[in-house]
Structures are given as structure tokens and as C-alpha cells.
């Protein structure tokens, strides 16, 4: 306040005010051109404490203070970044400037009533002697306590009397760093020497590093002050006074003010506490020492820096070392307060306070979950289920005792006292510190609350019932394949047939004849392999090639075709009469849930009317709703979270299934207040618990229904429908590139016998007319075939077989005349295919003759 006073008097007389020790970051706001703060602002030190804080997870800390400008003016900053390391301060503690022992000692009793066991002390030595001397009295400087100290305090921890950091064993401080130079000692050495000569009674004394500030603020000044030169007036002239007190009537403003204030903001030296510059009028942030009160020695156990955050060790340079600090190298040079073995977790429950309230749902159905009876003859409650045994199970793993009660959420005549957010409101209220049950995370109870990790699968589906849809059709036996597969098998039949006729009909007299024979012989062939009965051989090497991969393909798709049909027609397929809510919502069929259920939102959310949704009490009136259908009042689907439906398919409806997840919810997990320290040791007890052994036991303690259902055959299951061309593509690709290189292989070798044909250099036909030739050739027989003489094809003349040869005469006619309509002579050969019956009568005439 004073400080703020005489900023104001600075302004109105334009004379610079420089203060080395006025740290509170309200003065900021004074926004004063002529204000000059070398020393840190409390704001500085807030990352480094913040950092401390991260470094150990703690997730809850309250602030003590002083209840003046300088304790004030720190809060706002160290709240805001205890919440960017995740810490949240549930409570603050403001002590009076002048607060008695007995003051001092009711605020810490209050604070002892708390979970929390983190405090963050920021106030002026005096004052904190008297808190620390307290707090030792009453038993919070034992084990389990974190008391931190801000450098108001720990700038000056090795002035203060033995007797009082003799009550403050195990605090941590945040100090300003000062590096070591030879000109500091020098310094020291003055300083001291001069402070013996001017106070002979005091002998162990040494300068802080306040004292440094205002020596390097004296230095500044005498800088400034030569900058603006010895010749200046530094007068004064009388102003317009505006005050309304009659002492500053005659007060006057300085000429040369404004001069020395911008000459101090531009000055910048190597000082006795650091480099020393200015910026808006502030000293520049340096790097900061955490220490710890180990007996009576201040330790160094870590430093703090703007750019690098918490380092282990500082370099020559006054930068940090690239490594950076690890926790465990940091909590092994701590001392705490009563000496744990561990680092303090920051919370404790406290000893005289009472037990752990847990509210519980009261349910009448999916009681498997949580079950609450009452004792008539005792009145004694007992509340039993597989969220409570998982709850149990949680908190044995906690490194520390949770003492705990369970309380119904009910009303007095025993049943439910509200909804499941009404329950979790009752944790905001503060009327519950926890709730445990199936109580599902949903995005706006967690405004209210926190969650733990979920203990349970998530989302919500719905039931419905199956139906066997064994079809009854007459065309039944076309339903195991697909249209698309049917069309391409087709297509390769006659594929197939083709290629077959392409590959034999010149060698091979079962396709050979009329051409309307030669297309029905080729495709009842191909068609005739689907029952392996063709009568047709093969006798090329390449069709039986082809014909070897195409039974193969055949074989694959009567089998695949045999044994989805039979499926079709014997076995028993179970569908379910819904698979889209939307369906629902456009057939207009009721849908149920559960009474008191969030599902219920979630259905008027998607478009259901009131009429349409019909509140369940009981699994029983689940399973007969939905007996019923929507027509005879009934309900078409069931929706509710997934693992509630496990256990409803399991104990009531065999002839249902399970559809979803329809809408995305996370499960169910335990509820306590917004940052309480609990939620991350329960959640990783949950986690501990679901990945052992533990939750089995708890699952067929509870459901052993439900397990039993999922590990035996008689779950429903669906049958697969038609087969697709996807399951069978592999195979005609390959069928269909064997026949395309058939096809290329007999090609090449037909244009290679005929070559000649189409290449004689003294023919003087025209290309298509050798086109034509080779088409005839193509369409004629080959008698030149070994298998064509095995035929009896062949014709023999003397005892000697005559073969057509593509070198036979007629075939190297110059100018192609047999196929001009010119005559060639017999004795070159056969002219035509009319020819042959002639040759083989004259054949047969001569052999009876011999007879």
C-alpha cells in the first residue's frame, strides 16, 4: 500500500521511484512510467513452485498467506499455474499481519480437519516463524505434511534463529538464485567490513540478496544520472496542484524527471546480483534454487530456469544441462518432515475426521450389481453386489488405510430417493464424499463430478427378438450364391465350351460336323463338367490342360453350392427382427427401458415419443414386453447399458440377441468431488483389479449365469448368407488366364504352320483373300494330326499313309488358285475335302480286287 502511495507521488511529480524491494505483482497494474522494481516480482517464482508440485503429482494444494497487498497480490498467479500442472486449490488460508498464536493455531486446526497435506506458506519471515512454531506445536510438521516456502522467506532462511528452523525441518523453499563471482566475494568483503565498523555488537551477519538489488539499483541510478549529465538543474517547478490536502499544496514536478527515467530504462550492466536490465520498468526473471531445511543447513537440491523449466545442475554459462530432472533423483535429496521412507503423497484422510460417506443406488432390478436389504428384526443395513466387491477390492490395493460407510440412497420407506444424476449430485452437494455403483459416465454428470477408469464394458444397446428365417420359397435352390456369381459362372461355362471347340475341332471328330452341332456339343461339354458326366475326349494336350484346372473350379463351386444349400434348408437360422433403431422409430414399435434409466434422454433425443417408450421396473416385465410385441401392447426392443443386457440375454431371454452398441456411453465407474486425490489411486486399483485374476473370481461369483452362456454353444448364433463372387474370384482368374494362354499357345502355332500362306512372295492374292484361306483352314480338319490318324483320319495309299502337310502342293499353290475357283490337277494331291470319299471308294475298290 505504501508502496503504491508513493508510485502515485512519482507520477504527479514526474520523479523516477525505485524500489528493490516491492515484489507484489498488484503494482504491475500501476502500468507507472516513472516506477523502477529492481528486484523479482512474486510472480517470477509461481512456475518454479508450480514445477515442484508437478514434479511429486500432487493434485491438491491450499495456499497459506498473509492477508495484506503482498499476500494477495501472488494468489491469482499461483492458482492459475497450479492448475496448469493439474493441481487444484480446494481452500486458502489468510492469516492477519498481526494474528496471535491462538489465531494462527484455529486456522491450523482447520487445515488438519483437510485432506489435503500440501501447503504453500508466502508471508514475511516474522510472521512465518510464529505459523511454523504453531504448526510444529500441533503436529503438522510430522510425516505425511509438504510445507513450501516462498523466497520471502527462503531468501532469508540462514539469518533466522536455530530455534526457529529447528520448527521447520523438511520445508522446501523456493530461493532467487545469485551466481558466484569474483566480484560478489569482493563485495561481501566490503560490505562486511564496513557493517563491523558502522555495528561492532553484531558478528555473524551477511548481506541477502535484497541487499544486492539495492546496491544494483543505486548503481543504476548513479548511471542514469551521469547519462543525463551533472549539468543538469534536477530542479523543480511548481505545479498545478489538484490534492486536496493542504500539506501538498506548494507541491512541485521535476524538469529533468522524465529524462532520468528513460535513462534508467535504457541502462543495463553486468551487477553484483546478475545482469541487470530493464523491461517496462520490471527486473528480468532469473533462475531460482529449490532448497530444503535439513536440520540446520539450507541444501540445494534443484534449480529452476525460464527456458528450461527444473535442471539438476547449472553450467558455467548460468544455462541448464540438457538432462532433466528426474524424480527419483530429486526426492532422494529431500528431507520431509517427520523423515517417511516415501515421498508424500500430498492427502491423507484425516484422523479425527469421520468415515468415508458413500451413497449407493437402491435398485429393484439388475440387483447383481448392486443389492441393498435391510434387516427387519436388526434394522441393520447391508448392501452387497458386483460393484461394491469390485469397490472392495479397489481400495485393499491402496497403499493405505480408506475407512468407509455405505449409505442407500433412499427415502425412509426404502425405495430410491431419485434419479442416478440425482445421486451424483448429492456428491456436488457434498451430502456424499463418494458414489459406488453402476453408475455410467456421462458427459454432464462429470460437470458435477469425477469418474474413476470404468470397471465395465461400455455403450448402450438393445435387445430384440430372433426369428427363424428359413426361407420357404421354390426358389430356394438359387439363394447360396449370388447373382453376381451365378452370371460369372455362366459366363465361364460358355467360355469354357468355347475354348474347348477352338482347341479340338480341327484334331478331334466329337466336334466336328454341322456347325449348330460343333456349338451344342461345345457347350453341353462345358456344361456337362458341372456333373462330371461329359461323354466328349479331349485329346489335345493343351484342352486337357485346361480342362484339368477348369474340373478343379467346377469341383470347388458344386461342393461350396452342396453345403450352403443344405445350410439353407436343415440348420436352424436365427435373425433378429430389428437392427437399426431407426427402424424402430420409422415402424412406430414401442421400445422399452428401464425406469429411472439416462437411456431415457437418450431415446427423445433420437425422435421417440412418449407413447412409444415404456418404462421397465423388473427384467420379468422386460422379458414379457417383449414376448408380447409392440401390436398386443407390448415393446419390439429393449435398450439399456451393455452389461446389464449381458446378464438380462443370460437369466431371462434365450430367444433374444444383442444389438449395438447403439449410442457410446464409457462404462461404469465410481464417483467422488470435482480434483479429489482419491480418483487416480482408485483408478489405478481398478486397473490392477480388471487385469488379474480378481475380477474373474468377482465375475463368476456374480455371473456366473452370464459366463456360463458365453462359453457354450447355445449362444445364437447367425448362419452366412449366399456366397459372393468375392470368395471365388481367385479361381476364374486363374481358369480364365490357363484359357487365354491356350488360346495365345494354339494361335502362335497355327499362324506358324500357315505362315506361308500369308507370307509367299509370289502370290499375287490379296490379303483378305488369304484371310479367307486361313479361315477355311481353320475350319477344315487337320489331317496332318496325330490324333487325327489315330482317328482313322488318315488315308493310306499302297500300304503307306498319305498325310496332308502344310507342304503338300496344294497348300503352296503360287497364287492361291484353289481358292480362286481354279481346278488343280489330282496328281498334286487332293483339291478339296469333296475329294476325299472319291480316293477313299477307289481305295477300297482296289483292296477287293486282292480279295
Not at 517496462?280 to 534449480?303: H, M, P
Not at 458365453?710 to 456366397?723: C, Q
Not at 468375392?726 to 499362324?751: M, Q
Request: proline share 4%.
Amino acid at each position: 500500500m505504501q508502496a503504491s502511495f508513493v508510485v502515485n507521488l512519482g507520477d504527479r511529480a514526474n520523479v523516477p521511484i525505485v524500489s528493490f524491494s516491492a515484489t507484489s505483482p498488484s503494482l504491475t497494474s500501476l502500468q507507472s512510467s516513472y516506477f523502477f522494481r529492481i528486484a523479482q516480482t512474486d510472480s517470477h517464482q509461481v512456475q518454479a513452485i508450480s514445477a515442484i508440485v508437478k514434479n511429486f503429482a500432487w493434485r491438491q494444494v491450499v495456499p497459506i498467506y498473509v492477508d495484506n497487498t503482498y499476500g494477495e497480490g501472488i494468489i491469482p498467479l499461483l492458482t492459475d499455474a497450479l492448475h496448469e500442472v493439474g493441481a487444484h486449490v480446494p481452500h486458502r488460508c489468510v492469516i492477519p499481519p498481526s494474528a496471535t498464536d491462538e489465531q494462527i493455531g484455529n486456522e491450523l486446526y482447520k487445515l488438519m480437519t483437510m485432506q489435503t497435506r500440501v501447503f504453500i506458506v508466502h508471508m514475511l519471515p516474522k510472521l512465518c516463524s510464529k505459523l511454523f512454531a504453531k504448526a510444529k506445536e500441533i503436529g503438522m510438521m510430522s510425516e505425511g505434511y509438504v510445507w513450501i516456502v516462498t523466497n520471502g522467506v527462503a531468501n532469508r532462511l540462514w539469518s533466522m534463529h536455530p530455534v526457529i528452523l529447528n520448527s521447520m525441518q523438511g520445508v522446501l523453499g523456493v530461493e532467487t538464485y545469485v551466481r558466484r563471482t569474483k566480484e560478489l566475494q569482493e563485495f561481501k568483503m566490503r560490505w562486511k567490513k564496513q557493517f563491523q565498523q558502522d555495528n561492532p555488537a553484531i558478528m555473524e551477519v551477511d548481506v541477502d540478496v535484497f541487499g544486492l538489488w539495492a546496491y544494483d539499483a543505486t548503481f543504476a541510478l548513479a548511471l542514469a544520472v551521469e547519462e543525463v549529465g551533472f549539468n543538469a538543474s534536477l530542479g523543480f517547478r511548481k505545479g498545478n496542484s489538484s490534492f486536496n490536502s493542504t500539506d501538498l499544496d506548494t507541491f512541485k514536478v521535476s524538469q529533468d524527471g522524465s529524462q532520468l527515467a528513460q535513462a534508467l530504462s535504457s541502462t543495463s550492466f553486468k551487477g553484483i546480483a546478475g545482469d541487470f536490465s530493464l523491461k517496462d520498468g520490471q527486473l528480468q526473471s532469473s533462475t531460482f534454487k529449490i532448497v530444503n531445511l535439513n536440520r540446520y543447513e539450507v541444501r540445494t537440491i534443484a534449480y529452476w530456469t525460464p527456458e528450461s523449466g527444473m535442471v539438476e545442475t547449472l553450467n558455467s554459462t548460468n544455462t541448464s544441462t540438457p538432462s532433466i530432472l528426474r524424480m527419483f533423483n530429486f526426492e532422494d535429496k529431500i528431507k520431509w518432515p517427520g523423515d517417511p521412507l516415501f515421498v508424500p503423497r500430498g492427502w491423507e484422510i484425516p484422523t479425527k475426521g469421520k468415515k468415508l460417506r458413500i451413497g449407493v443406488p437402491v435398485k429393484f432390478a439388475f440387483t447383481e450389481f448392486v443389492n441393498v436389504t435391510k434387516d427387519s428384526s436388526t434394522n441393520k443395513t447391508d448392501v452387497t453386489g458386483f460393484s461394491i466387491d469390485v469397490f472392495k477390492a479397489a481400495v485393499k490395493l491402496l497403499p493405505y488405510d480408506l475407512p468407509f460407510e455405505l449409505i442407500p440412497f433412499a427415502k425412509p420407506d426404502g425405495t430410491s430417493a431419485g434419479t442416478y444424476n440425482d445421486l451424483v449430485y448429492e456428491v456436488y452437494l457434498q451430502k456424499f464424499d463418494a458414489v459406488v455403483g453402476d453408475i455410467t459416465i456421462r458427459a454432464n454428470r462429470s460437470l458435477y463430478a469425477d469418474f474413476t477408469m470404468p470397471y465395465t464394458e461400455s455403450g448402450v444397446v438393445m435387445v430384440v427378438p430372433i426369428t427363424d428365417t428359413r426361407s420357404k420359397s421354390p426358389w430356394v435352390f438359387l439363394k447360396p450364391l449370388t447373382w453376381d456369381l451365378w452370371l460369372t459362372t455362366f459366363c465361364f461355362f460358355i467360355f469354357i465350351g468355347f475354348v474347348i471347340w477352338v482347341l479340338e475341332h480341327r484334331i478331334n471328330e466329337d466336334f466336328r460336323g454341322s456347325p449348330s452341332h460343333q456349338v451344342g456339343t461345345s457347350f453341353f461339354f462345358s456344361f456337362s463338367t458341372m456333373v462330371f458326366s461329359n461323354r466328349e475326349r479331349v485329346v489335345s494336350n493343351l484342352g486337357r490342360f485346361l480342362m484339368v484346372i477348369w474340373v478343379f473350379v467346377v469341383l470347388v463351386l458344386t461342393q461350396s453350392y452342396t453345403a450352403n444349400l443344405a445350410s439353407l434348408l436343415t440348420v436352424e437360422q436365427l435373425r433378429p427382427t430389428v437392427t437399426d433403431i431407426k427402424d424402430l422409430l420409422k415402424n412406430g414399435d414401442n421400445v422399452g427401458y428401464m425406469k429411472n434409466s439416462f437411456v431415457y434422454e437418450l431415446l427423445k433425443q433420437v425422435g421417440f415419443g412418449e407413447s412409444k417408450l415404456k418404462a421397465m421396473k423388473s427384467m420379468e416385465d422386460c422379458a414379457e414386453a417383449l414376448s408380447k410385441g409392440s401390436k398386443s401392447g407390448g415393446i419390439t426392443a429393449f435398450v439399456n447399458e451393455t452389461p446389464n443386457m449381458k446378464l438380462f440375454l443370460a437369466q431371462h431371454c434365450s430367444k433374444c440377441t444383442m444389438i449395438g452398441p447403439i449410442f457410446r456411453t464409457d462404462g461404469f465407474a465410481f464417483v467422488f468431488p470435482r480434483h479429489s486425490p482419491l480418483v487416480p489411486d482408485i483408478s489405478r486399483a481398478i486397473l490392477n483389479v480388471t487385469e488379474g485374476e480378481g475380477m474373474k473370481k468377482i465375475k463368476s461369483k456374480w455371473f456366473a449365469q452370464e459366463m456360463d452362456r458365453e462359453d457354450n454353444s447355445g449362444t445364437p448364433s447367425f448362419s452366412s448368407g449366399s456366397l459372393g463372387l468375392e470368395s471365388f474370384w481367385g479361381l476364374f482368374l486363374i481358369v480364365g488366364l490357363t484359357s487365354i494362354l491356350a488360346l495365345v499357345i494354339f494361335a502362335a502355332s497355327f499362324l506358324y504352320n500357315h505362315r506361308h500362306i500369308l507370307e509367299h512372295p509370289n502370290s499375287r492374292a490379296s490379303r483378305w483373300r488369304r484371310i479367307r484361306a486361313m479361315i477355311r483352314i481353320f475350319n477344315e480338319k487337320d489331317l496332318s494330326s496325330h490324333k487325327s490318324s489315330q482317328q482313322g483320319d488318315g488315308i493310306a495309299c499302297g500300304g503307306d499313309e498319305v498325310k496332308a502337310s502344310p507342304n503338300s502342293n496344294w497348300l503352296e499353290d503360287k497364287d492361291l488358285r484353289l481358292y480362286e475357283g481354279q481346278q488343280t490337277p489330282s496328281t498334286t494331291g487332293y483339291s478339296s475335302p469333296e475329294i476325299v470319299p472319291i480316293i477313299q471308294l477307289a481305295i477300297l475298290n482296289e483292296e477287293n480286287k486282292k480279295y
